[in-house]
């Protein structure tokens, strides 16, 4: 089978700003039909790389192909194509959400969708940009960004000033854009909304991805919790060996941070007098910071 094009193909992008290095070097891929998400906290360089997607920067080195075109040199051609929700949505402030639809319909064709959008969202059309809030700010963004069925999403912070139900809303539409083969890319730094909806994860750290990864084989490389409680005597100590991170006891109760294989930690506790044991994974946000913390 023939391997399918990226969407989304970045190589060796680069944008400085004097001596600040807003991107170095960064490389990935998006595929079709899959949720990408991008997480990195202010000043990694997530806003800097999505402008350069669109061509509202010009990158100092590096290759952007989009929907296989030049990002430059076919920028009008890939606009077309592309649904964008900016990380602040500013708009016509006297316009109503209707007239800014029927803008884009101008331009782009009737839609079909806009107005079911609106309605499931709960926004009202009528009203004048300026007089929204911001979350009914940022439901219009999001319905302005979808009413053509773009190949691709480029979305920065898609559920900032929502409350948690509309989230479940727009992960709904989202997955349901993704079941009809479009392509989302999502800056995010919300990463339970990461962790829920995103098939892969880019970690970007002071302006170079660090990491791209399925959602699950970042799983295999993050920390484990072990809880055991132990009625034969022992010590913490015991435990400290190679990807035992941290090692506590309180009473019969063994705590321990693992990082990589749990085996042979599961192996020299059945060397004891177990009353149970309790393993979890980390959570995607304690994954993130411990690439944040130094080394990685």
Known sequence: MTKEKAVIKVK???????????????????????????????????????????????PDSGSINILGLDSHKDTVAIKQR??????????????????????????????????????????????????????NKQKLGLVLALMNKPELMIMDEPTVGLDPLLQNTIYEILGEMREAGTTIFISSHNLAEVEKICDRVGII???????????????????????????????????????????????????????????????KLAKYNLENVEITHASLEEVFLNYYKGGK
Not at 86 to 106: A, C, D, M, Q
Not at 107 to 129: E, P, Q, V, W
Not at 222 to 250: C, L, P, Q
Request: contains cysteine; proline residues 2%; charged residues 30%.
């Open 12 to 58: 060796g992008l680069k944008k400085y700003y004097g001596k600040v290095k807003a991107v170095d070097g960064v490389s990935f891929e998006v595929q079709k039909g899959e949720i990408l998400g991008f997480l990195g906290p202010n000043g990694a360089g997530k806003t800097t790389t999505i402008r350069c997607l669109l061509d509202f920067l010009r």
């Open 82 to 135: 592309v649904g964008y929700l900016p990380g602040n949505v500013r708009l016509y402030e006297k316009w109503t959400g209707e007239e800014h639809i029927k803008f884009v319909e101008s331009i782009s064709g009737k839609s079909d969708t806009a107005r079911k959008y609106a309605n499931r969202l709960g926004l009202d059309l009528s009203k004048k940009f300026k007089t929204l809030s911001s979350g």
């Open 205 to 267: 750290k002071n302006g170079k991805m660090v990491t791209v990864s399925k959602i699950n084989e970042l799983d295999i490389k993050k920390v484990h919790r072990v809880e055991a409680r132990i009625k034969s005597k022992f010590a913490a100590s015991d435990f400290e060996f190679n990807g035992v991170t941290e090692a506590k006891k309180n009473g019969e109760v063994l705590m321990l941070t693992v990082e990589g294989h749990i085996n042979p930690v599961i192996e």
